[in-house]
T-cell receptor
């Protein structure tokens, strides 16, 4: 059974710092991995999607990498801002493409 | 505007009273899915649908039913809700089942007393 773990569970950094969020998964048979952002009481906003054949994806200050063989993905946030404060979730899409498994998330606080 | 909508957004009900949470998308997506989010347990998949009339169980299907009679709609039915189904529910859709981003609705907060 696929298990997805995100470390750390919570992270607090000063504004301007570069940071890395981690996501690991136990079964490397995945179609893709998607990173989301969730603000308190809100829905999920898609940040980046990495296909299983890709190594990384970039969008603005965000860069996500994928190492399928080791079962790991990282989300790099450059020059963090208070507006980046949210919970960040990763999700893997199984090769049984209907199923997705989510991590529990990392709650990020960026202090001004 | 391309979106996934859910109704109602908030619902308080009593044990055993059947309810339906609707989900609709206007993006002509083939794939739709329901999740529940609980503190300490994260997001867990309830059911998914690869296309019209094709549905399958996720990780926590017990106590739920779904149907997919039209491409745009994927209602979640709780025939006899129980307090352990109190949760935040999300509907999601994507153009296909593999290789695509999932787009999420705003969520439905359900309380069963």
């Amino acid at each position: 059974k696929q298990e997805v773990t995100q470390i750390p569970a919570a992270l607090s950094v000063p504004e301007g710092e570069n940071l890395v969020l981690n996501c690991s998964f136990t079964d490397s048979a995945i179609y893709n991995l998607q990173w989301f952002r969730q603000d308190p009481g809100k829905g999920l906003t898609s940040l980046l999607l990495i296909q299983s054949s890709q190594r990384e994806q970039t969008s603005g200050r965000l860069n996500a990498s994928l190492d399928k063989s080791s079962g790991r993905s990282t989300l790099y946030i450059a020059a963090s801002q208070p507006g980046d404060s949210a919970t960040y979730l990763c999700a893997v899409k199984h090769t049984n493409a209907g199923k997705s498994t989510f991590g529990d998330g990392t709650t990020l606080t960026v202090k001004p | 505007e391309a979106q996934v909508t859910q109704n109602p957004r908030y619902l308080i009900t009593v044990t055993g009273k059947k309810l339906t949470v609707t989900c609709s998308q206007n993006m002509n997506h083939e794939y739709m899915s329901w999740y529940r989010q609980d503190p300490g347990l994260g997001l867990r998949q309830i059911y998914y649908s690869m296309n019209v009339e094709v549905t399958d169980k996720g990780d926590v299907p017990e106590g739920y039913k779904v149907s997919r009679k039209e491409k745009r709609n994927f209602p979640l039915i709780l025939e006899s809700p129980s307090p352990n189904q109190t949760s935040l529910y999300f509907c999601a859709s994507s153009p296909g089942s593999a290789g695509y981003e999932q787009y999420f609705g705003p969520g439905t907060r359900l309380t069963v007393t």
